[in-house]
């Protein structure tokens, strides 16, 4: 076949650079996008860690700390302004350059191909130019500390008129603008990754492989790449007329009569809403650019490692595309307290308490998946399982955040770092590592140590809530989000063992993180070797070799019979029959079969 | 190895060297179109879904300038600046362009090469004259003292054009890449045609909106 003689010669002329570093291979650009979300993962969690000296000991001199961010420590005391870059560069790397890097672009580029049973992307040297926008931008926004005034210290989104004028602080200056240049760049690289993976699962699937049977991780990775294909776009838009304000002297977001150290400022006619308007008109849409690919993913963790049928596949399906159309009408809800009319507000809440309907779908159907199974404890289901309890907790705080009366109370307010913390950073990245370990043996065909993955897994589950869960109550008591001391006002005064107890289990978090980092570059190497399918999985990819060669699947693709949660059919020899079986060989699952029509 | 994996494979046969998609063969679980015998050279072309999909990113561009352009222009201080003559020229230029580009895919269709290259050339021509009319437009109202701070109406204007004016400069260099395989070979250009022809009637279209929404009154 001319198709795999192709591949299989090409891979002999490929040299180390096109085969490790500018790869056109979707598995090498997934591992390249999950790595280096890694080091940023590092990077962002440093930062966290320096919030976290400074709100649970503020006025403390720190030595080595000063030693380290030499323009960030004054007399040994972390500076003003340098915590809110911290702060603003800690969400900005978390969000951008970690989560959706690692779930769309690590994840999505790994799993995709292979789990349709296709050989590539549809767009290789597209999936190759969207890596490699990546580090670029990272180089620019980490090059926002070393320049004068140092990183913006407007949050990770970045309100005007903090980030239009180069006057309004110290990190509004060049860092800014880099800030901007750094973002502008990853959309590029989401762009051109969200192209490919929408025509690579419309147009490359294996024959058999209907959309009524594809695994969930490939619905959820399809209905991202739809909702990054929709929503950056408009950030995009943003981003252009912010920089054009900042370096043209326009006017799109910045209003008249604004006066800075006794200067009237010659912008006129603005509208700075309109930029929250944008920035959410994205910004709401990220999350779940987040936290679907996780829900798909658990989704197939939770049936292999449960070893049971997904319940309600239709619905899950439907829970998706549901989450994603709604997700679009809901970015009001982050400005309840810009002024908004309260009918306005009134449909805001409608929209976003809506979204609580298919949430709570999926969680139902994850627990009927669970009930009277017989469940094997990988890290991997750990995991998942873990994302479930955390998803839920989040979630609930949401239904108090969606509702105006009680959001203008909490508004900006450490009940609000909690929230997002559970329901999206948290749960996001649990199911990074869900992933990992489900996938790595697939990734790297070593398995990884199932007991370091155990204790990891307990002590990131329990730092989370330990960390998190007491945010809460200094929100209640109106403790501000990105509030430089919490000692500067007097109700906040005897929130100071709280925050020492935070920083430690954020401490402690943090430290847990060094066993997955051990455990991931131990296995990589020393790792007992894997086989095929160690989970005794269903779906496609864990019928190619661990790791798969390039172009995945030898001499003949795949062909599939059925949909991908057959576990535990009742005239079945195994427990699980992948989806390549025939089944004239054994029957499918009776009117489960997604209407695929085998 | 897993015992009980079983891989089924495809007879060669039917497997052709574009993989899973061969023509002709018998299908019933997949898409509705692009199945039948000779239908897969249009609908499972994956350069016509990516441009498409990329379309739909550009328009929600588009969206977003214009919501913010539209909240602009309805205050009271909003003021139309003036509408150089050289962008109607610019608009017929780059109508004919589009029209070009139609000839030569009729011609192409028709496996006429020397039309398809003549059409495809006109095409090219006219497109990169729309591009340099619009810098003469800008440079005219620079002249004039316009400059993009000068009014939100100058404003939008340069960000609008030069949003559009990237994006069909991205347009021209397909349609560049169009003539160089259509001269290379000519027998692979209905593909590559297809694929461009969509992306430039969109730039052309996004043009006349453009045009529109920024003058009219």
């Not at chain 1, 109700?491 to 289990?505: D, M, P, R, T, Y």
């Not at chain 1, 390549?580 to 029509?597: E, F, K, L, M, S």
Request: proline share 6%; net charge positive; glycine share 10%.
């Amino acid at each position: 076949m001319a198709v795999t003689h192709e591949h299989a010669h090409a891979e002999h002329h490929l040299s180390f650079v096109q085969k490790y570093i500018f790869s056109q291979d979707h598995k090498i650009i997934g591992i390249q996008y999950l790595m280096t979300s890694m080091a940023m993962a590092v990077t962002g969690g440093i930062l966290a860690m320096l919030i976290r000296m400074q709100l649970g000991w503020p006025g403390t001199k720190w030595g080595l700390a000063a030693f380290l961010f030499p323009g960030g420590f004054q007399g040994g005391q972390m500076k003003p302004d340098f915590y809110l870059s911290v702060v603003t560069m800690h969400g900005t790397i978390m969000v951008f350059f970690v989560l959706t890097t690692a779930l769309s672009g690590g994840f999505g580029n790994f799993l995709i191909p292979l789990q349709i049973g296709s050989r590539d992307m549809a767009f290789p040297w597209l999936n190759m130019m969207s890596y490699w926008l990546y580090p670029p931008a990272i180089v620019v926004l980490l090059a926002a500390f070393l320049v004068s005034g140092g990183a913006p210290n407007s949050g990770w989104t970045a309100y005007v008129p903090l980030s239009a004028l180069k006057e309004a602080s110290p990190g509004s200056g060049l860092g800014q603008t880099l800030w901007l240049i750094s973002l502008a760049l990853l959309i590029v690289a989401f762009l051109f990754g969200s192209l490919n993976y929408i025509t690579t699962i419309l147009n490359m699937r294996a024959r058999g492989l209907s959309m009524g049977r594809l695994p969930l991780t490939i619905w959820s990775l399809f209905v991202t790449a739809i909702l990054m294909l929709l929503s950056f776009p408009v950030l995009f838009a943003a981003v252009i007329m912010l920089l054009f304000d900042r370096l043209a002297g326009t006017s799109f977001f910045v209003p008249s009569g604004i006066v800075i150290g006794g200067q009237l400022l010659s912008h006129t006619g603005g509208n700075p809403l309109l930029w929250q308007h944008m920035f959410w008109f994205l910004g709401h849409p990220e999350v779940y650019v987040l936290i679907l690919p996780p829900m798909g993913m658990v989704s197939d963790i939770l049936a292999t490692h449960a070893r049971k049928p997904i319940f309600g596949y239709r619905f899950m399906v439907g829970a998706i595309c549901a989450i994603a159309l709604l997700s679009f009408l809901v970015w009001g809800h982050h400005m309840y307290t810009s002024g908004m009319h309260p009918l306005v507000g009134m449909a805001f809440m409608t929209t976003t308490l809506a979204i609580a309907v298919p949430s709570a779908v999926k969680t139902f159907n994850w627990l009927a998946t669970l009930w009277r199974s017989r469940i094997r404890f990988a890290p991997a289901m750990l995991f998942a399982l873990g994302f479930v309890s955390l998803f839920v907790t989040g979630g609930l705080t949401g239904i108090f955040l969606g509702s105006p009366p009680i959001d203008i109370y909490m508004q900006d307010t450490f009940f609000v770092v909690a929230h997002f913390h559970f329901v999206m950073a948290s749960a996001a990245i649990f199911g990074v590592f869900a992933g990992t370990y489900h996938w790595f043996p697939k990734m790297f065909g070593r398995m990884m140590n199932e007991r370091l993955g155990r204790i990891h897994f307990w002590l990131t589950f329990i730092g989370i809530y330990a960390t998190f869960f007491p945010m809460h109550f200094a929100g209640i008591q109106g403790m501000m989000r990105r509030i430089y001391s919490p000692q500067l006002y007097a109700h906040l005064k005897g929130l100071a063992e709280l925050n020492a107890f935070v920083s430690l289990a954020a401490f402690a978090l943090g430290l847990a993180q060094l066993i997955f980092l051990v455990n991931l570059f131990w296995s990589m190497f020393r790792g007992p070797r894997a086989e095929r399918n160690p989970w005794e999985a269903t779906t496609l990819e864990w019928q190619a070799d661990s790791p798969p060669p390039h172009g995945n699947w030898g001499a003949h693709l795949p062909e599939v019979h059925r949909w991908a949660y057959d576990y535990s059919l009742p005239d079945a020899k195994d427990d699980y029959v992948p989806q390549t079986v025939p089944t004239a060989q054994v029957p499918a699952h009776r009117g489960t079969d997604g209407g695929g029509g085998g | 190895m897993n015992g009980t994996t079983k891989t089924l494979e495809r007879p060669p046969a039917t497997a052709g060297p574009r993989g899973p998609r061969a023509p002709g063969r018998e299908t019933t679980f997949d898409r509705s179109s692009g199945d039948g015998p000779g239908a897969n050279t249009a609908a499972a072309n994956p350069a016509r879904v990516g441009v498409w999909l990329f379309v739909i990113a550009v328009t929600i561009l588009f969206a977003a300038f214009t919501n913010a352009y539209l909240s602009r222009r309805a205050a009271a201080d909003w003021q139309v600046g003036p509408l150089l003559p050289i962008l109607w020229v610019n608009t017929v230029v780059l109508v004919l362009s589009s029209l070009a580009l139609e000839y030569a895919r009729a011609h192409g269709s028709r496996e006429d090469a020397a039309g398809a290259r003549l059409g495809l050339g006109a095409a090219t021509a006219l497109g990169t004259a729309f591009l340099i009319g619009q810098v003469v437009a800008w440079r005219a109202l620079a002249a004039a003292g316009i400059f993009m701070a000068s009014s939100p109406h100058s404003a939008y204007f340069y960000l609008l054009t030069g949003m559009h004016g990237l994006h069909l400069t991205g347009g021209v260099g397909g349609l560049f890449y169009a003539l160089w395989k259509v001269h290379r070979e000519p027998a692979a250009a209905q593909v590559v045609l297809g694929p461009t022809a969509i992306y430039w009637h969109f730039v052309d279209v996004l043009w006349l909106y453009l045009f529109f929404i920024l003058f009219w009154q």
